[in-house]
Structure formats: C-alpha cells, structure tokens
C-alpha cells in the first residue's frame, strides 16, 4: 500500500522518487504550464459547444459558458494559491492526491482523489485514441466510401503512434508538443468558425430553430446534461501535476500561465459556440464537424477546408492524450523505476517501455471495444471534475488560508461548492438517463460511433 507523503517534498524525497524525478520533473517555466494548460482544456471537444447551446438556447448558454469559464480561472487560481502557500511552509506538492491529503488532513481524501482522477484522466485517453481513429475513419471514407478498413483498424493506428510518443520521459519534454497543440486549437477552431458563417448563409442549410423541447421536465434535463458538457469541456483535473513540471520556486508562475490559457479558451469557446450555433440551431449535431458534413446532400463547407480542420484535431488529440497519461505514468514510475540508476538505463528504459506500451493498449482496447464512450465520458465528467475542479480547489483554500466567515471570499467559495454540488449531482442523473435512452444504439466493436 503507498504511504502517504503528506508533509509534501524536500529534495532528498524527491531524489528518491522515480514518479517526481523522472515523470514530473521541474525544470520548466510559466510559458511551459500555459502550454500544458491549454492542451489540457482546450481541446476538439470545443466542437461539442453548438450542441451543448442547443440544450440550452442563447440566454442560459451564454451565461452558462461565462460562468463555468470565470468560476474554473478562479478555482484554478485558488489552487495555484494553495500550493504556492504549501511550498512557502516547505511543503511542495506535485501531485493532487497528496496535497488533498495533507491539507484536509484525511488519509481517505488520498485514495478519493487518485480513484477519481485515474477514472478522468484514462477515460480522457481512452477518448482521444477513440475520437483520432474517428477523424482517420472520416478521411478515408471521404477517399474511400465503400474502402474495407473498419474504426479498429484506424484505432489500431492511432495506438502505434501514441505507444512511439508515450515514450517520452517526463511531463516537461512534452512543452513543445503542447505549443503545438495549442496552436493547432486556434487552427482548427478558426477554421470551423468560418466554416460555420459560410454554412449559414448558404442556401443549403437547414433552417435555423433555436426552440427549446416544450415538456418542462426534458428542457430541464437537456440543460443539466450541458452545463455538465461545458464543466468537463473546461476541466483539467491535474494542475497540480502541471504546476510540478514548474523549476521552483513556482510562486506566481501558474498564473501568469492561467492567463495565457484562458485567453486562448475565450477566443475558441465563443467563436465555435456561437458560430456553430447561429449556423445550425438545434440541428447542429455533438461534433459540429459532422453538422457540416451531413450524410445526405452537400458537404456545407469546402472539403479542403474540412480536410484540414480534421488533421489539426487529429494532431492535437495526440498532444492531449500524452499529456493526460502522465499521471498513470508517474504511478507506474514511482512502483517500478530505480532512481538512482539513469532515466534511460536499461534497468529503468525497459519496464518503463512495457508498463506505458500496455496501458496504451488497454487504452485503444477499450476504444474500440465502446465506440459509444462520449456517454460514458458525460457520467464520468460529472463524477469527476466536478469535484476536483469546482468544489475541492475551494476547501483546500478555505483550510490553508481561513478567510473570515464574513468575508465575500468566504460566501462566494462556499455558494461555488452548493451550487456544482447540486449540478455534479443532476449532471451525472442526467448523463445516465441519456445512456440508457442511448444504450438501444450500442454495439460492442462497433464502426459507427454514437452521437
């Protein structure tokens, strides 16, 4: 059983740490987490906005949006604030369970957060391999509409290249690849924006409804359903991993981080929800992309200009996937990696090659095996950023730095905590009951994922 290293890291400690030494070295600066950051939050994902408006209309959707926007840079923020208060005392954190544990001072609060962010961070690798054998399948079915590869096949592929980049030691050596990310998200974005106005305007459009289900009790469910969409769209769950890749002292990096961050989530999540929206109304599907290649009729955009948004999200799905993988990495590392022996000794490249090869395959298994896991996900969004984005950050804070109960801090920490508490909860009840509505349409190995 692990022990508990609740009084966070001294440098002997970490010398002894495989997981801290090698996975999640600290050897990068600000522009290095903002990089991180974005990859991990602004993701293809952002395609699902139109349709997470379409359960909630323009009023509520806006408003949902900027609230779920402003109320994660805040919480963000929080716990930046915390670990820069536990490094101050010397006490730093790397990792988000150990600093749960030490803050709330309860050893079940260490297994909460590992159990909760495991069950995020594969189901998000599990997505991205499933969503870039989609994006493969979509262009060789454009080349090749009858062609014999089926969606395994194409997981199979994603799965190769994800084995070959999960080799890369540690968190920090990714920097590089989530700029490129990054860059990669104001592509794709900037392409289905124009895409959308263009749609919009063409006379092959649906035409545009923007109604509401009249039946009270199905409006309402719809509009939990996509406030749980838009707080899985801006969760991470693993700041402070990100936060640990930092060279010390962290002190104030992560929020000039978070600002490079949100400035790229304001400039894709508006452009896309709202474009997308206005476009196509409650037509427009959970992959706007698909909205704009409809199966029947006319392609509602340039096919090169389509063709390259999908390569983009294609790319970027690989970044996102390395980056939520090193939490399992850092698990591994620390149980079978010798730190005194170099990072790329036999003794170390070897089972860290096995151990990262058979996850990524339990990963693509999976992915194949449920082309029906954005539901899946809908539940585990609910389950699981939500508390580890909008209620724990809050708690953490309240017990390192006591803000008076008379405080506006105070009230606002704790309306925050009831407020997502109350929407996890008929978030998560309503993603199931939308998996069990779904669950006549699955089909275990199946080509066609379900919408």
């Known amino acids: ?31 290095h987490a903002g990089f991180h950051l974005t990859t991990a939050i602004v993701g293809p994902t952002i395609l699902t906005l139109p349709y997470a408006f379409r359960g909630m209309g323009w009023s509520l959707g806006l408003f949902s949006l900027t609230v779920t926007a402003a109320v994660t840079f805040y919480s963000y923020y929080l716990m930046s604030k915390v670990l820069d208060h536990c490094e101050k005392a010397g006490r730093r954190h790397i990792r988000f369970r150990e600093l749960a544990a030490d803050v709330l001072g309860s050893g079940w609060m260490f297994y909460f957060v590992i159990c909760v962010q495991t069950a995020v961070n594969t189901g998000v690798s599990i997505g991205c391999i499933l969503l870039a054998g989609e994006c493969l399948e979509i262009m060789y079915s454009s080349l090749y509409p009858h062609g014999p590869l089926k969606l395994y096949q194409f997981i199979a592929m994603v799965t190769v290249v994800m084995i070959l980049l999960s080799q890369l030691p540690s968190f920090h050596s990714l920097r590089y690849i989530s700029l490129a990310s990054l860059l990669l998200s104001l592509g794709y974005s900037s392409l289905v924006v124009i895409a959308c106005i263009r ?77 997308g929206y206005w476009a196509f109304g409650n037509k427009a599907s959970s992959n706007i992309l698909k909205t704009l290649m409809p199966d029947e009729g006319p392609s509602l955009a340039p096919t090169w200009q389509l063709g390259l948004a999908v390569i983009f999200v294609l790319l970027q799905l690989f970044a996102i996937g390395l980056v939520y993988s090193q939490v399992a990495y850092e698990i591994m590392e620390k149980k079978s990696a010798d730190v005194k022996q170099g990072v790329f000794s036999k003794r170390n490249l070897v089972p860290r090659l096995l151990l990262r090869t058979v996850y990524m395959v339990c990963c693509a298994f999976f992915a194949a095996m449920l082309p029906f896991f954005g539901d899946i996900n809908g539940v585990v969004g609910a389950i699981g950023f939500i508390p580890l984005d909008f209620i724990l950050p809050m708690l953490l804070y309240h017990m390192t730095h006591n803000p008076p109960k008379t405080s506006l801090t105070f009230w606002l920490n704790a309306s925050i905590v009831v407020v997502f508490t109350g929407t996890g909860i008929l978030g998560a009840f309503s993603s199931v009951r939308k998996l069990v509505l779904d669950a006549k349409k699955f089909k275990l190995f199946s080509s066609d994922v379900v919408d």
């Open 1 to 31: 059983m692990e022990t508990l290293e609740t009084n966070g890291y001294s440098d002997a400690q970490r010398d002894d740490d495989a997981g801290a030494a090698f996975v999640l070295e600290s050897k990068g600066n600000w522009r």
């Open 199 to 275: 749609a919009g305007y063409s006379r092959n459009a649906p035409p545009k409804d923007y109604s509401l289900e009249p039946k009270k009790s199905i409006r309402m469910f719809d509009a939990f359903a996509s406030i749980s969409i838009l707080a899985s769209l801006l969760g991470n769950g693993i700041l402070p991993e990100i936060q640990a890749t930092v060279a010390p002292p962290a002190t104030g990096k992560m929020v000039k981080g978070l600002v490079m961050c949100y400035c790229v989530v304001f400039v894709t999540f508006y452009s896309t929800a709202i474009s």
